[in-house]
C-alpha cells in the first residue's frame, strides 16, 4: 500500500506538466477514448433493447407489462451490490479491472440473444436481471481504468468525455432499434440479433483497445501488489477523503428525486400534453451529452466538488422553476436544461473527485462505494417521495425535497470545506496529498 | 497483438457482425414482407362495406390477423358463420370495440424517430370523427352501451431512461362534447370505505354499465381491486380484490375478469372468472389456460376472449356459468365486437 502510494506520488510528479515524458499522456488518453467507444457501442445495443421491449411485450407477446415494475427495485437492490463486487474484484492482485469488466460486458452481451427464447414475463424479467448484474459489475472496473489512464489533472474532462460518448449511444440505441422495425415491421428478433452483434463488438472493442495494464507508475516487472483483502476495501471508508465524499454523495442523493418523478411533475404541473411525455428525457440526455465535457474541464479548474456542489444547486433551481408559478414550454426546456446540465456537472464530476481521494490499488472499491452509495440513496429517496407524494401531492413533496436537497447542500458545502483546510479544493492537489498523509499515519 | 493486426481483427469483426445483423434484418423483413400475402389456408378476406350499424343480421367485428393484404385491418364476419369470409374495411387498429354505431379505434402511427399511438372516434362507417393523442402502446379499448363515451387504456413506458417499469394511463372521452378525462388516476379513490391516496395506482381495462358508472381494475401495492366509478362524480371505489380487466354483462349484474389463481405457474397467473355482483360470488370457467385478454359478453351466457395462435392469436369462447368447455370460435383475430 505505502508501496504503491509512494510510486504513485513519483508518476505524478513525472508526469505534470514540463514532464520528461511530453505527449506521453494527453488530457484525453487512448484508453478513454476506447473506454468511452466501449460504452457508446454498449449503450446503443442496451438502449436498443429497452426501446422495443415494451412493445414487443405488448404487441408481438400479447402480454401485460406491469409484473415488471415490481421486479426493478429488487434488481436495483442487487445491482447495488454486484458493483461492489465488481469493484473490489477488479483491485484484485495483478489488476484485474479489465477482465471484470469485460466479464460484466460479456455477461450483458450474451443476455442479447437469450431474450430471442424467453418468452415469458419471468423468463424476460431473469435476462433483463442477468443484463443489470452485468452493468453492475462493469461500472466500478471501467471508472478505476479511467482513473488509471488519466493524469490526476484532467480526469474531469476525461470522465466528461467518457459521459458524453456513454449518452450519445443512449441516444443512438433507441434510433438504431426503430430503423430495424422500420425495414422489417414486427422484426423483434432482428432489433434482439443486431443488438447482440453490437454489444459483441463493444466486448471486442474493449478486448483489442483498452490495455489489461494500466500505467500507474507500477514497474510490470516487479513483484504484484498483494491482493486487497475485502476487509481492506471496507476500510477505505476510513479515509476521511473518501468517507466526507461518499457521505456527501449520499446525502445529496437522498434528496435527489428520481427522474421518472421529475418528468411526471413536469407533465401535471407544467402541462406537457401527454404525447410528449416520452420526449422529456431525451431532453435531458441531449443536454448532458452537450454540456458533460465543457463541465468536466471546468471541474478540473475550478475543484470537482465545487462544481458537484454547484450542480445540486443547478437541480435546486430546476426544482424551484416547477415550482414556481412560470408556465409553458420556455420553462419545460429550462427545467431539462437545468436537469441535464445538473447531470453533466455531477455524474462524471463525482468518479473524477472519488479517484483523487482513493489509492490507487483502491480505486475500484473507491469508486463502487460512492456510487453504490449514490445509488442507494437515490432508491430510498424515490420510495420516500413516492409515500410523501401519496400523503400530500407531488408538488408539496417536490417543495419539501427542495428544501432537504438546500439543507443537504449546505451541509456538504461545510464538510467538503472542513475536508480541505487549504481552501483549494482542487482534488489533484492539496486534499490528495493530505489524504495520503493521514492515511500514512494509520494503522494498516 | 500490434495496431495493425488489432485493427484487421476488429475489421474483421465488424464484417463478420454486420454481416449477420443485416441477414437477421434481411429475413425479418421478407418475413414482413410473406405477411402481405395470402396465406393459403387462411379465411378468405375481401373488401366490403364494413358498418356498425348492420341492416341485416348481427356482425362480429375484428382485428384481422390473417396474413394477407388486409393484416391488421378491422373486418367482420356475420355473427352466427364466425368461420365465414370475413369482410374487410381498410382502417387499421391495434385494439377496437363499438357499440351503437360508435367505434373506438387505437392506431400506431409512424413517426420519424418513433411510432406514435392515438385513440381515433370512428362513427358508424368507420369514418373519422375525432383524434386524440394517446402516450403509449394501446391495450384495451370499450365502448358504453349507448355509444356516448369511450374509454381506452395504453402501456406507458417513458421512454427507454424510465427502464423496465410500465404504468398504465387510461383516459375516458365523450363523443358529443369531446370532453376528456386523460388520466383516470385523477379521480377520488376509495378503498375499503376510506379515502385512498398513493403514487404507484395504476388503472386499466373499463367497462361501462351506463353513461355514468363504469367497472375498471385498480392496482396499487403489488395488489389488484375492481373499482365502480362514476364519472360525474369523479370517483373510484374498491368492491373487490384480484380482479383485472373487467368486462360487465349486458344484463349488469355479473363480471368477467382474469384472476390471479394461486399455485399457478407465475409465468402464467390469469384464469378466467365471473363474478356475481349482487353476491360477489366468483365462478370459475371451463377455460383452465392463462388469459391475459379482457373477455367480451356475447349475449348473456357466453364468452369470447383471444388466446395465442399460430398468426398472433384466435378467439375462444366459454360458457359464463363455469360449464362446458372452451371452443375455438375463430382463427386469426384479435379485439372482437358486436354490432347489431
Known sequence: ?444 | MNRKTRLAVLLFAVVLLGTVGTAAVLRAADRSAVRDQQQADGPTVRTGDVTLRPSTARQLLVRNLAWGPHRDEIATVPAGHPDGPRTASGVKCLRFHAAAGTGICLQAERGALADTYRAVVLDAHLRVRHRFPAPGIPTRSRVSPSGHLVAWTVFVSGDSYAGTAFSTRTAIADTRTWALDDNLEEYAVTKDGRPYHASDINIWGVTFADDTRFYATLATGGRTYLVRGDRTARTLTTLHENVECPSLAPDGTRIAYKKRVPGASRDAPWRLYVLNLATMKETATAEHRNIDDQALWSGDDTLVYALPGDYGSDLWTVPADGSGTARRMMTSAVAPAYAG
Open chain 1, 1 to 444: 500500500m505505502y508501496l504503491a502510494d509512494s510510486r504513485n506520488s513519483t508518476t505524478r510528479t513525472t508526469a505534470a506538466p514540463g514532464s520528461t515524458r511530453p505527449g506521453r499522456r494527453p488530457a484525453v488518453p487512448g484508453t478513454v477514448l476506447a473506454l468511452g467507444a466501449v460504452s457508446l457501442i454498449t449503450d446503443v445495443s442496451a438502449e436498443m433493447i429497452t426501446a422495443v421491449l415494451p412493445l414487443y411485450v405488448v404487441t408481438a407477446l400479447g402480454l401485460s407489462p406491469l409484473g415488471f415494475g415490481l421486479l426493478d427495485g429488487i434488481n436495483n437492490g442487487v445491482g447495488a451490490l454486484v458493483r461492489l463486487a465488481g469493484g473490489h474484484l477488479a483491485d484484485g492482485g495483478g489488476r484485474r479491472h479489465k477482465v471484470v469488466a469485460g466479464i460484466g460486458y460479456g455477461l450483458s452481451a450474451v443476455c442479447k440473444p437469450l431474450l430471442l427464447l424467453a418468452h415469458g414475463l419471468p423468463a424476460i424479467s431473469s435476462v433483463l436481471a442477468a443484463d443489470r448484474a452485468g452493468k453492475g459489475l462493469r461500472t466500478a472496473p471501467r471508472d478505476a481504468m479511467i482513473s488509471l489512464a488519466t493524469r490526476p489533472e484532467h480526469r474531469g474532462r476525461a470522465f466528461g468525455v467518457h459521459r458524453a460518448m456513454d449518452t450519445a449511444g443512449a441516444l443512438l440505441g433507441p434510433l438504431t432499434a426503430f430503423a430495424v422495425l422500420r425495414v422489417a415491421v414486427d422484426g423483434y428478433d432482428a432489433v434482439f440479433t443486431v443488438s447482440a452483434c453490437v454489444a459483441a463488438l463493444g466486448v471486442l472493442v474493449l478486448v483489442l483497445f483498452v490495455p489489461a495494464r494500466l500505467d500507474t507508475g507500477q514497474p510490470a516487472s516487479g513483484p504484484a501488489p498483494a491482493r486487497p483483502a475485502l476487509r481492506d476495501s471496507l476500510a477505505l471508508l476510513r479515509r476521511p477523503g473518501l468517507r466526507r465524499l461518499t457521505l456527501c454523495a449520499t446525502l445529496l442523493g437522498l434528496t435527489t428525486v428520481s427522474d421518472a418523478f421529475l418528468y411526471l411533475l413536469l407533465q401535471r404541473e407544467l402541462g406537457v400534453p401527454a404525447d410528449l411525455f416520452p420526449l422529456l428525457p431525451l431532453g435531458t440526455a441531449a443536454v448532458f451529452l452537450l454540456l458533460a465535457v465543457p463541465l468536466g474541464a471546468l471541474a478540473d479548474r475550478i475543484g470537482r466538488r465545487r462544481l458537484f456542489l454547484a450542480g445540486h444547486t443547478v437541480l435546486l433551481l430546476a426544482y424551484g422553476l416547477v415550482l414556481s408559478p412560470l408556465r409553458g414550454p420556455v420553462t419545460v426546456g429550462a427545467v431539462l436544461v437545468l436537469h441535464g446540465a445538473f447531470y453533466a456537472a455531477t455524474d462524471g464530476v463525482l468518479a473524477a473527485a472519488t479517484a483523487g481521494v482513493v489509492p490507487t490499488e483502491h480505486l475500484g472499491a473507491g469508486q463502487a462505494l460512492v456510487g453504490t452509495g449514490q445509488a442507494l440513496a437515490r432508491f430510498v429517496c424515490s420510495l420516500a417521495f413516492g409515500a410523501a407524494w401519496s400523503l400530500w401531492d407531488g408538488r408539496d413533496a417536490l417543495a419539501v425535497a427542495a428544501v432537504a436537497l438546500a439543507a443537504a447542500a449546505l451541509c456538504t458545502a461545510r464538510l467538503l470545506r472542513t475536508g480541505d483546510p487549504s481552501g483549494a479544493d482542487r482534488d489533484p492537489g492539496g486534499a490528495d496529498h493530505d489524504d495520503r498523509r493521514t492515511t500514512e499515519g494509520a494503522p494498516r
